[in-house]
């Protein structure tokens, strides 16, 4: 396996995020192949279920099977929360790139200290919250934020609740206000289908990451190929 670093040429824009639960039932590997084949740039191992070993394992079926499509310096491979698990898939020679972490999660500067410099790092706020964190905090040590959710969810039915337990639903002007004022990329999700792909194409957002509408369709390898294309078609470069 290579041993290349892919935080320099990091590319959010076609995100896949995954683990059993989302599947339903059907093994993960053969749709990340799916999602790989149909050029998605970047992976994500996240189950609230699985064993740390059960991850290891993901972790591992996922890493061959981007090597295997020829794509381990393009396509960036992490896993959500579990910096435990990334340091152990690491030093059983999986070519994992690095984690993902929320605001209740290992703190970044732990993460950095530990992936060390070449790691991919991603941070996810809830998008109101992330407008003062970019004023406020240095962000020099993460590569992208992941933020929403566009629409609730029942993947992550938490996701973006409020003080009053609602969720808020971020609009497509907010996202686009965002996507100007932050200086690394940022990449929306949370409860995106296909119908949603060209108007947040055009917020000049760096990518979109999705889990059920490829997870759970009965044809996945479709559906991530229906969804990429229209981000293609419809994503206009960031202003600066
Ligand atoms: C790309 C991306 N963005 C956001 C999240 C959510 O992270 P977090 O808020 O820590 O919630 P969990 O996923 O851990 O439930 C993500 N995983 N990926
Ligand atoms: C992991 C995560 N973080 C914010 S929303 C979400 C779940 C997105 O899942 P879906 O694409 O099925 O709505
Ligand atoms: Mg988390």
Not at 64 to 79: F, H, N, P, Q
Not at 139 to 160: N, Q, R, W
Not at 173 to 201: F, M, R, T, W, Y
Request: aromatic share 6%; net charge negative; with cysteine.
């Amino acid at each position: 396996m290579t041993n290349v670093s892919n935080r320099s040429n990091l590319d959010i824009s076609a995100y896949f995020v995954v683990g059993p639960e989302n599947t339903k039932n059907r093994p993960v590997a053969p749709i990340i192949k799916d999602v790989v084949d149909a050029g998605y740039t970047c992976i994500q191992i996240r189950s609230k279920t699985a064993s740390a070993l059960e991850l290891i394992e993901l972790t591992k079926e996922a890493a061959d099977v981007i090597e295997k499509a020829g794509r381990a310096d393009e396509v960036t491979l992490l896993v959500d929360d579990r910096l435990d698990v990334v340091l152990a898939a690491k030093k059983m020679g999986i070519k994992i790139d690095g984690i993902h972490v929320g605001q209740s999660d290992i703190p970044v500067e732990i993460c950095r200290a530990y992936l060390g410099e070449d790691a991919v790092i991603g941070l996810s706020a809830r998008t109101h919250d992330l407008f003062d964190y970019i004023k406020t905090a240095d962000v020099s040590l993460i590569d992208y934020f992941g933020a929403g959710p566009l629409h609730e969810t029942e993947t992550k039915p938490d996701c973006g609740t409020g003080a009053d337990g609602k969720v808020i639903t971020r609009s497509f002007e907010e996202l686009a206000e965002l996507a100007k004022a932050s200086s690394i990329p940022i990449v929306v999700g949370g409860g995106v289908k296909l119908a949603d792909i060209p108007q947040l194409a055009e917020t000049g957002v760096d990518g979109f990451f999705v889990i059920s509408a490829i997870s759970e369709a009965d044809n996945p390898r479709a559906e991530a190929e229906k969804l990429i294309e229209a981000w293609k078609e419809n994503y206009k470069r960031k202003k600066v």
